[in-house]
């Protein structure tokens, strides 16, 4: 098998700045889930900026906005960071759906956010469903 050519930083960035992604600093895979269409409601689509998903939120940075009044959701939105991106999104409510194993096996709880509740609510209580586990 040939070996795969590694992605152009730059194009990914590219791709990672446009919808339905979302730039959190220091969280990964951060997608609106908006504009996306209704299984139950034929030719209706979900609300933009109201659900979202992530990876876990351990890493999430501290920083807080800086001096652009700007705001745009999707394009190059480098002007808030991290937990302060998390409040100007609008998101009051995260649901932590890691098992308390994977919690555990990467020391990584959820961090304190202002104005954020976060329930811990897994799918799973004591299985291990991490990237690794799910590669075997």
Do not use: C, W
Request: negative net charge; aromatic residues 8%; charged residues 20%.
């Amino acid at each position: 098998m040939d070996e795969l050519e590694p992605l152009d930083p730059t194009f990914v960035q590219e791709i990672l700045s446009r919808p339905p992604f979302v730039n959190i600093p220091g969280v990964i895979n951060a997608r609106d889930l908006g504009n996306l269409p209704s299984q139950s409601h034929q030719g209706s689509v979900t609300k933009l900026g109201y659900l979202f998903r992530t990876a876990e939120l351990s890493r999430i940075t501290e920083e807080g906005i800086a001096s652009n009044n700007n705001i745009s959701l999707f394009r190059n939105s480098s002007f808030s960071l991290g937990k302060a991106r998390i409040n100007q999104l609008g998101i009051t409510k995260v649901f932590d759906l890691r098992s308390d194993t994977e919690i555990a096996k990467y020391n990584s709880p959820s961090p304190v956010i202002d104005n954020v509740a976060i329930l811990h609510t897994p799918i799973f209580k004591t299985e291990d469903y991490s990237p690794e586990m799910m590669a075997r």
